[in-house]
């Protein structure tokens, strides 16, 4: 079962309550603006447009910061939270690069840093069956958690019955290859900072096609290069052989 | 009595106090305050010259040391020869700072040796960290035989001669690798690198400019190793070194051409934009003007010129690793990211101390060949060094151009949809909309004039089957948890203009705000 979450944002209010018990579950300080996402709020509202709009990991399905890492420090659980193993991070922040929604940020001010973004409270919650804070504070259920199936049907119910209301699409079934965090809006999602008009591959595969051939380049390469010594070496030898057949032709004429 | 002879100070040496006095203070700062202290380095932009430069600029300039092994070891062109133990020192010179470069960057260095046995064979990072520290083994195995000689280790040396040709062999395989890995890097962000440098086809581009950045490398290393130490320049083998250049810079030009035309990006080039006004100049400078240099005869044969050439060519290759990781990255980033004095400091440490242990590698290992060896004296045109040499080059240069136009066949093409398996997990509590949870009563602070305390009630205000919530929040009432209640966070003034709960309660959606009392509670 695919633990997601579903953020309607025309029932968002702002109140923020998810930022704050975000905050309060993961130690972080209650006076950094949750406003934007960074390393000290790993769920933001940002208002744009007069709307709401929940900011955080979108737990993608195949996510491209986990393949990103290279000592595997992100990675995609059973629940569907993609979470982050600070011990085995080295700091090349290459996920922060990769992520397509630039979510994961940087502890910059910290001597000792870390990578910080939202892992759906797999720890403190998830494992245990619970339901993450931010979805379970907020009063208007403008965030919910469940399975991810059921919230896309959910989704598609709220559209059919109220089709003036919502936009005709359901954010994060398709967009990066699926995304467990998926999203209902007024207006086109466009307008509200979300990429749209991307491919839905995962990401990636756009590295894995090229990782893959490595093996196909080492053999070959290493054949051809081998290969080549070998004819040229041959051909060195002979020629050489020849030269001292002519220089002992030569020898015996003379003499 | 002994005379103390004090080290001479020249304009140089004072320079290189001052580079590595900031340096030192930078490094200070960088690891006692942090990345953000000591960089411009932040969530949109995290990746700067450290990592473009120090590390993309400087493994790709590093790349002479392959091209060249694999000239005189595979392909058994001894012209040059000559040039293959500086090639080799500046390779794994440049190959070990890069290195050292890196503990600046990563957040937590002393991590650098975990994919060692943390694995994650689908990252490109952790190939690239895997090639580079394989590479740079073969490069001091390659060394080593510089060390053994001086030392006089007769046997070792011995033996790491018969091991040349593997180790060139493996050499040029991991060289191969990393180059392109460091351009597979940014295949993963097609939406953030800009489209005049994004293709699926990056690693072959950064494998194919690494040789020119290799090969112009050399050329101007021992331009300048022969001014400053006067060792014999090898110049006809340089010259022939040209005219391999000018043939894989139009090949570079023609796939970067392919690639952009494939992506619809030509459209691009002449747009005006600052990012289309770099892209000229990188192609002008790497590839075009050196192109018609070297063509040119007169320039071809001349010292000066080969160097002039070789410096476009460096510039150019330079500007295009800047041009991905930083002018294209920082086109999607929405900031304008210039590097801090501190991360200049460090770069040019580290830049400087390369030139310094080359000049001491120089001076104290047997570097150059001695001015006897036939090398240095009768130019033999490429041609004659064996013809079979050099028709198997032509050979495999075909074939590396079949390979190269099925691997872009390969990459341009559609990838089949995989279909993601249905992942048996432990079931989770699902959670649906129950019901709402409404804040508790509010009590607003009194004003001087008020005429009795104003509670307000959620209840009575939201209808438990179509809640409405955005219908006030925010637009009317912003929520901060210190303004909820508070003096003046709703205004008399705005309700008898209609707005907050004057929007409502006008008389008739609902009682008229000039029925105070039925909000104001007297005391």
């Known amino acids: ?37 960074s390393s000290k709020s790993w769920v933001a509202v940002e208002q744009k447009n007069g709307i709401n709009i929940k900011r955080q990991c979108m737990h993608c399905n195949e996510p491209a910061c986990a393949s990103a890492c290279p000592v595997g420090a992100l990675e995609k659980t059973e629940t569907g939270a993609v979470v982050y193993d600070a011990s085995k991070c080295m700091g090349c922040r290459y996920c922060l690069i990769a992520c397509p929604f630039s979510i994961p940020k940087y502890e910059w001010d910290k001597t000792l840093p870390k990578v910080t973004k939202c892992v759906m409270c797999y720890e403190n919650a998830l494992k245990k069956g619970e339901q993450p804070a931010c979805t379970s504070v907020c009063p208007t259920g403008a965030t919910i958690f469940g399975d991810r199936d059921e919230l896309i049907q959910e989704a598609k119910n709220r559209i059919a019955n109220n089709p003036d209301k919502y936009v005709d699409h359901i954010y994060g079934i398709k967009e990066a290859g699926g995304t467990s965090v998926i999203y209902l809006s007024s207006v086109p999602f466009a307008e509200l900072g979300f990429p749209v008009d991307r491919e839905e591959e995962p990401y990636p595969k756009l590295t894995w096609k090229v990782l893959s051939q490595i093996p196909n380049i080492v053999s070959t390469g290493g054949i051809l290069l081998l290969g080549s010594w070998w004819v040229i070496n041959r051909r060195m030898k002979l020629e050489n052989e020849r030269n001292q057949n002519n220089i002992d032709d030569d020898n015996i004429i003379e003499s | 009595m002994k005379e103390i002879k004090l080290p001479k100070v020249t304009f140089w040496r004072a320079v290189l106090v001052i580079i590595w006095t900031l340096g030192l203070y930078a490094t200070f700062i960088r690891f006692t ?3 953000g202290a000591a960089t411009n380095l932040s969530d949109q932009f995290p990746w700067g010259i450290w990592i473009g430069f120090d590390i993309l600029v400087g493994v790709g300039l590093a790349a002479g040391g392959f091209v060249i092994t694999a000239f005189v070891y595979i392909f058994n062109v001894k012209d040059f020869k000559a040039i293959s133990r500086p090639t080799v020192l500046t390779a794994f010179l440049g190959y070990v700072l890069v290195i050292f470069a890196l503990m600046f960057d990563l957040g937590l260095p002393y991590n650098v040796w975990h994919p060692i046995i943390m694995w994650n064979p689908h990252s490109v990072m952790f190939e690239v960290g895997w090639c580079v520290m394989l590479y740079t083994t073969v490069l001091f195995l390659e060394f080593s035989p510089l060390l053994l000689e001086r030392f006089g280790f007769k046997k070792p040396l011995a033996i790491m001669r018969k091991l040349i040709l ?93 690639t952009l035309a494939a992506n619809n990006a030509l459209q691009y080039i002449f747009d005006g934009s600052k990012e289309s006004i770099y892209f000229l100049v990188e192609i002008s400078i790497g590839i075009i003007i050196p192109v018609i240099l070297f063509l040119i005869p007169k320039i071809r044969n001349n010292r000066a010129g080969l160097f002039l050439g070789a410096v476009f060519v460096l510039i150019g290759f330079i500007m295009n690793r800047l041009n991905v990781s930083i ?9 304008n990211y210039f590097p801090t004095w501190m991360e200049v400091a460090i ?44 028709r198997v080059i032509m050979v495999l240069g075909s074939l590396l151009l079949i390979v190269s136009v099925g691997l872009a066949l390969e990459f341009s093409s559609k990838s089949k949809t995989e279909v993601i398996p249905e992942e048996q997990s432990e079931p989770v509590k699902n959670v649906m909309p129950a019901e709402l949870s409404l804040p508790a009563p509010i009590e607003f602070e009194m004003g001087e004039d008020s005429p009795g305390v104003v509670t307000f009630t959620h209840e009575t205000h939201v209808d438990p089957d179509e809640p409405n919530c955005t219908g006030c ?44 009392e039925f909000c104001h509670y007297a005391e």
């Open chain 1, 1 to 37: 079962m695919n633990a997601a979450i579903l953020n309607d944002m025309t029932k968002c209010i702002g109140c923020k309550a998810c930022t704050l018990a975000c905050k309060e579950v993961n130690g972080l300080p209650k006076d950094a603006s949750s406003d934007v996402l």
């Open chain 2, 33 to 35: 305050k942090g990345l």
């Open chain 2, 166 to 258: 593997p180790l060139v062999i493996l050499g040029v395989l991991f060289s191969t690798l990393h180059q392109s890995s460091l351009g597979t890097l940014y295949v993963i962000v097609p939406d953030k690198l800009h489209p005049l440098w994004y293709t699926g086809l990056l690693p072959l581009l950064f494998f194919i400019s690494a040789i020119c950045g290799g090969l112009a490398m050399v050329i101007f290393e021992s331009y300048t190793s022969a001014r400053a130490f006067g060792k014999e320049l090898e110049f006809p083998i340089l010259a022939q070194l040209s005219r391999i250049l000018v043939v894989v810079l139009f090949l570079l030009l023609f796939i970067r051409y392919r």
């Open chain 2, 327 to 335: 002018t294209g990255m920082a086109w999607s980033s929405g900031v």
């Open chain 2, 347 to 390: 770069t040019a440490s580290i830049v400087s101390a390369g030139f310094v242990i080359f000049r001491y590698a120089t001076k104290h290992l047997p570097i150059f060949p001695d001015k006897e060896s036939e090398a240095a004296k009768v130019p033999p045109p490429l041609i004659s060094a064996g013809r079979s040499g050099s």
């Open chain 2, 473 to 516: 929040h925010t637009g009317m009432f912003n929520i901060k948890p210190d303004k909820v209640g508070a003096l003046g966070s709703v205004s008399m003034e705005k309700l008898y203009e209609n707005q907050q709960c004057g929007k409502c309660h006008n008389g008739d959606d609902s009682f008229s705000v000039e029925e105070c």
